[in-house]
């Protein structure tokens, strides 16, 4: 990790870059596997399979057997955590469920809003060197306590055709059925256009590798909703002279464990926290079964030593973390000033692994800069808010005027007459 002191105003936009995406090149190469699939249906997913994960298949759905023996082969301490993890999710995200808005604007004039559940919402959970049986229950879990009428999921099979055990019974444990074992862009695809065995929905969740991202970018332009727009994974850890530097270099290596691609970044105003954390990079970094990976995001992550607390509070919220530990003796205030983040953790025994499994929030969050303008998955994210209004006579007769006013201000003429004849109508 490079080190940058006191770096200047005008250097941070430079120097707060993440990885490049080349999204057009990788575009170019995921259309014709759309393409593909949009024509051909199951016949191209299973062409697909074969090509990119080895596997020859001969039911796309997973079947109730596969469900079974996937129970069988997770053992009894994982099941359990994986229980506690649904529990805690299921609890936060239940209580974000919002009662129906009702308001009377004027005397005779009802307004209310209230959450309907989409109806066909496809979940993609990604299945390679990290099979994400927790993103199941992240974006699974809510899918279904929203209400969703249909909910299934599209993972990539191994190259025996097998499912990962822990992705099925997470399924099944939070009441998923349909699971189809199809991964990469053609899964984002099927999703898409729907194929003979897949059905089309109109919202897909999950995270994915680059090519997954650029279907999902391109399955917006079919008029398919998405979680959002994703890159890959980071973490900004901004610790003060209280931190431990041994936590702090776990928590910026479970992120650059994630991919080569990931990011991680370090901010303090004490020099001797960075030099003590980056020695500990290097120790524990030594250790990792998955230390290549890992030593690769480290090579484009970085070190930032600010002046004060005001200018790294600037920085942070500049960078806009998708993941943002403040490890920090002052956490909770400083908490109360973060306005750009994905996910916060707060305090010094808050690592960023418990939310990515089992503490409540999501992980499912905004990564490239996208939390200064988009949300993590929430129940929210399963809805539509639909507007309802009601009108009484007597509120017509006192706001028609208005309108009518307006409408003629704006020579929208046939406006103006749909409340003209009302009101004519009441007079009569």
């Not at 006579?393 to 704006?410: C, D, N, Q």
């Amino acid at each position: 990790m490079k080190l940058y002191k006191y770096p200047a105003v005008e250097e941070w936009t430079k120097l707060l870059q993440r990885p490049s995406m080349r999204m057009e090149d990788i575009e170019k190469q995921v259309t014709p596997i759309l393409k593909a699939v949009q024509k051909d249906g199951d016949a191209a997913l299973k062409a697909f399979s074969l090509r990119f994960d080895g596997a020859n298949i001969d039911s796309i759905l997973v079947s109730e057997e596969e469900f079974s023996q996937a129970e069988k082969d997770v053992d009894s301490d994982l099941k359990e955590s994986i229980s506690i993890a649904i529990k805690n999710v299921t609890k936060f995200h239940s209580a974000q469920k919002t009662d129906v808005l009702r308001v009377e604007t004027m005397p005779g004039i009802s307004c209310w809003r209230k959450s309907v559940p989409i109806q066909k919402v496809g979940l993609y959970i990604p299945g390679g060197s990290a099979p994400l049986f927790s993103t199941v229950i992240m974006i699974g879990a809510p899918a279904l306590i929203a209400g969703c009428e249909e909910v299934f999921l599209c993972t990539p099979p191994n190259s025996e055709g097998k499912v990962h055990p822990a992705i099925l019974y997470a399924a099944k444990k939070i009441g998923l059925s349909k699971v189809y074992k199809v991964g990469g862009a053609q899964a984002i695809a099927a999703m898409t256009f729907g194929t003979e065995t897949i059905p089309s929905v109109s919202k897909i969740f999950g995270p994915g590798n680059q090519y997954v991202t650029a279907a999902k970018q391109l399955a917006t332009k079919e008029g398919v909703a998405i979680d959002m727009p994703a890159g890959p994974s980071e973490v900004l850890v901004w610790a003060d002279d209280t931190a431990n530097p041994v936590f702090i270099a776990a928590d910026l290596l479970s992120q650059a464990e994630h991919g080569p691609d990931s990011q991680v970044i370090l901010v303090s105003t004490s020099e001797e926290m960075i030099q003590k954390t980056e020695a500990e990079v290097e120790k524990q970094l030594s250790v990792l079964p998955r230390k290549e990976i890992a030593a690769k995001a480290l090579g484009h992550s970085r070190s930032f030593l600010m002046n004060d607390e005001a200018e790294a509070l600037k920085l942070v919220n500049e960078y806009a973390a998708e993941h943002l530990i403040l490890a920090l003796d002052n956490a909770e205030e400083i908490a109360e000033k973060i306005i750009n983040a994905g996910s916060v953790f707060v305090g010094h025994y808050t690592p960023e692994s418990a939310g990515d499994y089992a503490s409540g929030t999501n992980h499912t969050l905004p990564t490239y800069g996208y939390a200064k303008n988009y949300s993590g998955v929430s129940l929210d994210s399963y809805y539509r808010k639909i507007t309802f209004q009601k009108i009484e006579k007597e509120g017509l007769e006192s706001l028609g005027p208005h309108v009518e006013r307006m409408a003629a201000a704006e020579e929208l003429d046939a406006h103006k007459n749909a409340i003209t004849v009302r009101l004519n109508a009441l007079k009569d």
